[in-house]
Nanobody
Framework: QVQLVESGGGLVQAGGSLRLSCAAS????????MGWFRQAPGKEREFVAA????????YYTDSAKGRFTISRDNAKNTVFLQMNNLNPEDTAVYHC??????????????????WGQGTQVTVSS
């Protein structure tokens, strides 16, 4: 079992940056595919990015490409989401999640077995 705890959210002006972190417990973190999702009020949970267990593969939703970067440090059991050039549409609670393999629909929340509680990101105009 994996427990996930996000941090790094906050209030930022449009055009600013934030770096989210997700700390994982458990010895098997390095075997999991990790993803970031976000959920705005009244909207469904939305895929943002995913990274393979060895960081060789990454996958982004179109709105994140060129602005966000997902990375991981397996020695520290942590996955990161660097977010640049933020805009008000990025306002949401951001969750990290873990799944066992790279196969299948990475964008689907149902494919992830473990979830963190989330961290709030608010972007003001």
């Amino acid at each position: 079992q994996v427990q996930l705890v996000e941090s790094g959210g906050g209030l930022v002006q449009a055009g600013g940056s934030l770096r989210l972190s997700c700390a994982a417990s458990g010895r098997t973190f390095s075997t999991y595919v990790m993803g970031w999702f976000r959920q705005a009020p009244g909207k469904e949970r939305e895929f943002v990015a995913a990274i393979s267990w060895n960081a060789q593969d990454t996958y982004y939703t179109d709105s994140a490409k060129g602005r966000f970067t997902i990375s991981r440090d397996n020695a520290k059991n942590t996955v990161f989401l660097q977010m640049n050039n933020l805009n008000p549409e990025d306002t949401a609670v951001y969750h990290c999640a873990a799944r066992s393999n790279w196969r299948g629909a990475l964008r689907e929340p149902s494919g992830y077995a473990y979830w963190g509680q989330g961290t709030q990101v608010t972007v003001s105009s």
